[in-house]
Nanobody
Framework: VQLQASGGGLVQAGGSLRLSCVASGRTLSIYAVGWFRQAPGRERESVSGITWNGGSTGYADSVKGRFTISKDSVKNTVHLQMNSLKPEDTAVYYC????????????WGQGTQVTVSS
């Protein structure tokens, strides 16, 4: 499985961005896709996740009500719509995929930088 993340950029506080994660290869082996972020000097944290069938989603408390994860089954793409962005959302965002037999995210895409200015 290969993952390609895109959509990052520079935005003012209160603005919006939409991240995309395109999956290719053995996508039938995917159980779920998650978005993670890592800010300088901080540990990587989970932001949101969605099962590959789109039936279940989850969010970190810090982004609930502001971020929405969704899946385009035709394009094998997972989107993360980020609204009401805050400076503390600034980080490198990564998408990752896990298989059903493991809770660990095994496949990782390259990061995309999100910078929110105050």
């Amino acid at each position: 499985v290969q993952l390609q993340a895109s959509g990052g950029g520079l935005v003012q506080a209160g603005g919006s961005l939409r991240l995309s994660c395109v999956a290719s290869g053995r996508t039938l082996s995917i159980y779920a896709v998650g978005w993670f972020r890592q800010a300088p000097g901080r540990e990587r944290e989970s932001v949101s996740g969605i099962t590959w069938n789109g039936g279940s989603t989850g969010y970190a408390d810090s982004v609930k009500g502001r971020f929405t994860i969704s899946k385009d089954s035709v394009k094998n793409t997972v989107h993360l719509q980020m609204n009401s962005l805050k400076p503390e959302d600034t980080a490198v965002y990564y998408c990752a995929a896990r298989r059903p037999e493991s809770a660990d995210y095994y496949y990782w895409g390259q990061g995309t930088q999100v910078t929110v200015s105050s």
